[in-house]
């Protein structure tokens, strides 16, 4: 937990993802195109990434797949289906904008 948590406070906003993950490629392009500087760790190209991904399935309530996890401001706030929805419904810049990540 300490682990995530450390990773998760590094930037405004992390992004633990796998790298032949489509939907991790998704939310990774859609904050990039919203011009968002955000720390992607790909699980299944780091040392600790197995401990990493039981930790992050049991923030995310037992998902099968932890991945994508997204923190906004050291944060979880989730993963595909949340971020989408925060944006869809125009909360996602006002959050991004709080945390730092973006100044538009």
């Not at 995530?4 to 904050?31: D, E, Y």
């Not at 991904?53 to 797949?65: A, C, D, M, T």
């Amino acid at each position: 937990m300490d682990k995530v948590n450390k990773l998760a406070s590094q930037r405004a906003v992390v992004i633990f993802s796998n790298s032949s993950c489509c939907m991790c490629h998704t939310v990774t392009s859609l904050f990039s195109g919203l011009g968002v500087n955000a720390a992607v760790h790909e699980l299944d190209r780091e040392p600790q990434g197995k401990e990493i991904e039981k930790v992050l399935r049991k923030l995310l309530s037992g998902r099968n797949s932890p991945v994508p996890a997204v923190f906004i401001g050291g944060r979880l706030v989730g993963s595909t289906e949340n971020i989408m929805t925060l944006h869809l419904g125009g909360d996602l810049i006002p959050l991004l904008k709080s945390a730092g990540a973006i100044w538009l």
